[in-house]
């Protein structure tokens, strides 16, 4: 008796063994988003003009991005070590770029709310305004892409304070 609970017991111990083992990777990217970024070092951003959340400011006849969400992605870049690439797009097309894997992430306003929300991945609310689905902001990425929305979801959980402050400068100005 005691030999056959042995043998249960060591075979538990066994899958157990193996199931953690194949976690290793969790969670994971079917895509390789977050290692395509870190290797190439370039975070392909669309971006859906929605002030205050997204705009452009031209300088010295340079069109640059500038709101909340550019800044708290520039700030992500950042961390990672990576520049941006940014690409001013109509909510469709970035979309349809972002399902093509075309874009890593997009920004421009959307909210949990968002018609997308079967097409996309997108990341728990950073930032609240009111009351409602139509007042938590969230950022978007190819749906699936896990180890990368796991990594920018971190990224803006420990960066509250920074959001509510780029938040609030945008407002009052």
Request: proline letters at 5%.
């Amino acid at each position: 008796m005691k030999r056959a609970l042995f043998g249960i017991s060591g075979v538990s111990a066994l899958v157990c063994a193996l199931l953690i083992g194949a976690c290793t990777n969790y969670p994971h990217d079917p895509l390789n988003t977050l290692v395509t970024v870190e290797q190439t070092h370039t975070l392909r951003v669309g971006l859906i003009a929605e002030p205050p959340w997204v705009y452009s400011n031209v300088h010295a006849e340079k069109t640059e991005p500038a709101g909340l969400e550019p800044a708290i992605v520039s700030e992500f870049a950042h961390a990672l070590g990576v520049t941006v690439k940014w690409e001013f797009l109509s909510e469709a097309q970035a979309t349809e770029k972002l399902k093509n894997h075309a874009l890593d992430l997009v920004a421009g306003g959307l909210t949990k709310h968002s018609p997308r929300i079967k097409e996309l991945g997108f990341t728990r609310p950073y930032l609240k305004t009111g009351v409602g689905d139509r007042h938590q902001h969230v950022l978007a990425v190819t749906q699936g892409e896990n180890r990368f929305l796991v990594t920018l979801e971190k990224f803006l959980k420990t960066h509250e304070l920074f959001i509510r402050n780029q938040y609030d400068n945008e407002v009052e100005s």
